[in-house]
Structures are given as structure tokens and as C-alpha cells.
């Protein structure tokens, strides 16, 4: 293949796909790469790989979405460049300037997560309530809720495998009481405690979907009604109490402690708060 005259195709980027299968990537990833490389073949238009044109879907993008997002997809096709075997022609990410603080229309409180969960009860969907406070009182991942099963609530531990890494994740007391209920209820005695009608595990889509259901009835923003909020919640709330950056970052499956840090960023009206406490000003 002549690095000049490469052309994206839909067997290149299956050829891909397979390669990040074998890599262990996450099927999420692996969709949202094998996404993003399909949208610039469509940008593309039948035109060969260079760095002007990859230069002028940068620009493209940078019209449309934000820094973050930009830098999302460049990641995936810079990836992409370098199993090629055109690393030169990797693009350079933007430069964001990390943020102190949470946006205060993203950041979900503790009321706001008790008002979902009491929407749910209302709406007589006992499976969601569960499926909120499972992931907000063990800070999972959404896509490790599979690991949630029947025998884990009888031990009271589940083994999480994720991005190459195992970690053990407990289960409270009182969470389990309430899924051993549910898991009767359901006639459930091995595998997945959440499950879809066909018994396949709850995938994100559904989650998200259903949660943003109740986003009305609960009185909380749609802005902040997703799964991954639900473990920053956890996350803020453990370090509130333990103060303990490590040990949380062991507990959510980071590799690194920078990650955790954003993850347990407050509000800036809330570092106001706490700013005024010291007691500073004399007059």
C-alpha cells in the first residue's frame, strides 16, 4: 500500500476494527472509533489521505463540536493513521485549559439523584430505581453493570473486568438486601440481575433513555441526567468523607490519579462556599 494513495473504505476500517478487537479496546470504543473514521470516508469523498485534506476536516470539526469532542475524534483517527502506517500524518489535539470546577448545570446533587430514584418508584419501575442506585452506591461504570449478577449479591462482592483490568467491587448491605428482593421477584438465580426482556444485560442506550424519562417528573435538568453522573456523585461523595485520592482511584478502576481528580471536582459556588468558611476577611 502506498502510504500517498490510501484511501478509506469500509473493509479498511473493518480491518481496523478486528486489529482494536484484538487489541481488548472496549466494544464502545471500538463503535465510536469505527463511527468517527466512516464520518471523515464521508468527508473525504472518494479522496486520498493527506495531510491537507485530514487539515481541512480538523477545521471542519472545529466549526461543529467542542474542543473536547474534536480531540475525541482525532484520537481515533490518529490511531488509525499509525496502524496504516502514516503516523506522520497524525493530527495535533487542541489545547484545552483544564477547568477548576464543575459547570453547575452538569453537576447532580444528592437531592436531585433521591428525586430520580423516587420517580422511578413512582413510575413503578423498580428495575431503573435499582439500576441508579446500584451504579451511585458503587460508583461502576454503566458497562460494568453486567458484572452485577445473582451470585455476586448472594457473596456481596462482584469481580469487574475492564480495559485490562479486574478489580473487586463491593456491594452494600443495604443494596443487597434490595436486589436479593428484586432478584425473587424476578425468578433470577444466576447471571445478570439486569436484564432486558430478551435476558440480555441492560446495554447504556436503555439506561440512558429511560432516565432521561424522568427527568420531567423528578425535577431535575436533562443536563445532568446520565449514568456516568451517577459515579461522579459517588466519587465526590467518598473523597467528601475519606479524603483519600488513591484509594478512590483504586475503587473506580483508574489507572491514574489525575483521572479521579477530575472526578471529584466541585462546583465553583460550592469553593465559594468554602472559600467565605476561612473566616479571612477582618472588616
Not at 427527568?215 to 441526567?225: D, I, Q, T
Request: proline share 3%; hydrophobic share 40%.
Amino acid at each position: 500500500m502506498k502510504k500517498q494513495e490510501l484511501t478509506i473504505t469500509p473493509a479498511l476500517i473493518q480491518k481496523y476494527a478486528a486489529y482494536l478487537r484484538e487489541q481488548e479496546r472496549s466494544p464502545a470504543t471500538i463503535e465510536k472509533y469505527v463511527h468517527d473514521l466512516t464520518a471523515l470516508s464521508g468527508f473525504l469523498a472518494g479522496r486520498p489521505v493527506t495531510k491537507g485534506a485530514l487539515l481541512e476536516w480538523k477545521e471542519d470539526l472545529i466549526g461543529q463540536y467542542t474542543p473536547a469532542s474534536v480531540n475525541n475524534k482525532l484520537a481515533a483517527v490518529n490511531g488509525f493513521l499509525v496502524f496504516c502506517g502514516m503516523g506522520e500524518l497524525r493530527l495535533r489535539k487542541l489545547k484545552i485549559q483544564k477547568a477548576l470546577f464543575l459547570s453547575e448545570d452538569r453537576e447532580l446533587t444528592r437531592a436531585e439523584y433521591v428525586r430520580l430514584v423516587r420517580a422511578a418508584q413512582r413510575k413503578e419501575n423498580e428495575r431503573l430505581s435499582l439500576v441508579i442506585q446500584t451504579i451511585c452506591a458503587t460508583g461502576i461504570r454503566v458497562s460494568e453493570l453486567r458484572f452485577i449478577t445473582a451470585e455476586a449479591v448472594q457473596c456481596g462482592r462482584a469481580e469487574v473486568s475492564n480495559k485490562g483490568k479486574c478489580r473487586t467491587v463491593f456491594l452494600p448491605d443495604k443494596l443487597r438486601k434490595l436486589l436479593k428482593s428484586y432478584l425473587q421477584k424476578q425468578k433470577i438465580t444466576a447471571g445478570a440481575v439486569f436484564v432486558s426482556r430478551n435476558g440480555k444485560p441492560l446495554n447504556r442506550s436503555n439506561i440512558w433513555r429511560e432516565m432521561k424519562a424522568l427527568c420531567e417528573s423528578a425535577g431535575v435538568a436533562p443536563s445532568k441526567v446520565f449514568p456516568h453522573n451517577l459515579r461522579h456523585l459517588f466519587a465526590r461523595t467518598f473523597y467528601s468523607i475519606e479524603k483519600d485520592l488513591s484509594r478512590l482511584a483504586d475503587i473506580l478502576g483508574h489507572s491514574s490519579v489525575t483521572t479521579t481528580r477530575i472526578y471529584t471536582a466541585e462546583s465553583g459556588s460550592i469553593h465559594a462556599r468554602q472559600i467565605g468558611r476561612l473566616g479571612l476577611v477582618v472588616t
